[in-house]
């Protein structure tokens, strides 16, 4: 008879399944299924962050530079991120909730022919050939109306990101695809994706990624029940602690490879939005404390810190730390959960060997 699973059969199996071997940049988007984007630079993007653990002598700015050469598509999904080509093309075409009026459609007409004429083309072109003025944003401020259009283009599948020149993203006609997917095949295809993203992962918030797929079908927004129903029956899943979590088919949480994969000597500090502890909820169960993205909470109120990233030895999240750069620099302020940093043998070379990754990384070694 098998051993009941247990909490540390997942802390391994989360760990091993996504700290995979450095591979190539697409090779990791690939397995990863979805990188989530984040424009705060602290000391460098969520993307770069998250695939510097994954991607062979990866240096921040890598995935800007290299993303026209690969088959990837920057676009809404769970969250806004890069994906595969293949999975950006379930989501479309995508049928916004709010329909445009006709004068935003003549708008987005004539766009479009522009953009097509162009090839590639800067907001502040459009914004000079139409002179579409300014726009409240949902920040509350305003921006270039023009901006928003081409945003708003782009979620709807008529634009792609074709590159971004300095963090600012350049835009190109949406090649048209063949056929529409089929509804409730695309759906679970999509649920798929998740699972495989952040498995394992609690049943509550399998449900809750599920909704957050509003945002990249919203056309199917209706099926996300039914797709949560036949998640439910189809995929492996087990009662540990009074709480019910999923994995994808063929994996196996208790198998014994995950342990000495899991448990090596290495310090890791991860994005906030890594697959490691995306989900707080399942942070919390795997290692007993509360972790809160902080960026966008008061100064007074922050407990970690501003751009805090959780902090990674063996197979325990111990820590965070803050990173900055003064005067060319790494500096970082570490803190700890018990108070201190561990006095095991190997943490401090550990810490050490992640530091000067860091500063390779980052282009300061």
């Known amino acids: 008879m098998a051993a009941a699973l247990t909490l540390d059969h997942l802390r391994h199996h989360a760990v091993a399944r996504t700290l995979f071997a450095p591979t190539t940049l697409g090779q990791a988007i690939t397995s990863l299924g979805f990188v989530q984007a984040d424009p705060i630079r602290a000391p460098a993007r969520a993307q770069d962050l998250t695939l510097r653990h994954r991607v062979k002598d990866y240096r921040a700015g890598d995935l800007e530079a290299r993303y026209p050469r690969l ?20 989501m479309h075409p995508r049928t916004p909730r709010t329909p445009w009026p006709a004068a935003r459609h003549r708008q987005a007409a004539a766009v479009l022919d522009f953009v097509r004429e162009r090839g590639v083309v800067h907001p502040r072109e459009v914004d000079a050939q139409f002179q579409h ?5 949902w920040f509350g401020g305003s921006s270039n109306a023009s901006t928003q259009l081409l945003d708003a283009m782009h979620y709807r599948g008529l634009l792609r990101i074709a590159r971004r020149e300095g963090g600012v993203r350049l835009y190109a006609v949406r090649p048209a695809e063949g056929e529409a997917p089929d509804p409730i095949t695309a759906m679970d ?4 994706v998740v699972v495989a993203k952040y498995a394992p992962l609690p049943l509550a918030t399998l449900g809750q990624l599920i909704s957050h797929l509003r945002g990249g079908a919203p056309q199917w927004a209706h099926l996300r029940a039914a797709a949560l129903a036949r998640a439910k029956q189809r995929l492996p899943q087990a009662e540990v602690g009074g709480v019910r979590w999923v994995w994808p088919d063929g994996e196996q949480p208790a198998s014994a490879r995950h342990p000495s994969r899991a448990m090596t000597d290495s310090v890791r500090l991860l994005a ?4 490691i502890v995306w989900d707080r909820r399942r942070f919390e169960l795997l290692w007993g404390w509360a972790y809160r993205f902080e960026a966008y909470t008061p100064a007074p109120k922050r407990v970690r810190g501003y751009y805090a990233l959780p902090l990674l030895w063996r197979d325990r999240v111990i820590g965070w730390g803050n990173l900055a750069l003064r005067d060319g620099v790494l500096v970082p302020e570490l803190g700890y959960v018990a108070g201190r940093a561990p006095r095991e043998a190997g943490f401090a070379a550990a810490l ?3 530091l000067q990754r860091l500063q390779q990384f980052l282009g300061l070694a």
């Open 71 to 90: 088959a990837i598509e920057e676009d809404f999904f769970v969250n806004y991120g890069f994906l595969p080509r293949t999975t950006h093309a379930l």
């Open 133 to 137: 003025g300014k726009a409240r944003n």
């Open 189 to 192: 295809a999509l649920v798929d």
């Open 272 to 275: 906030p939005f890594d697959p």
């Open 352 to 354: 050490d060997d992640e």
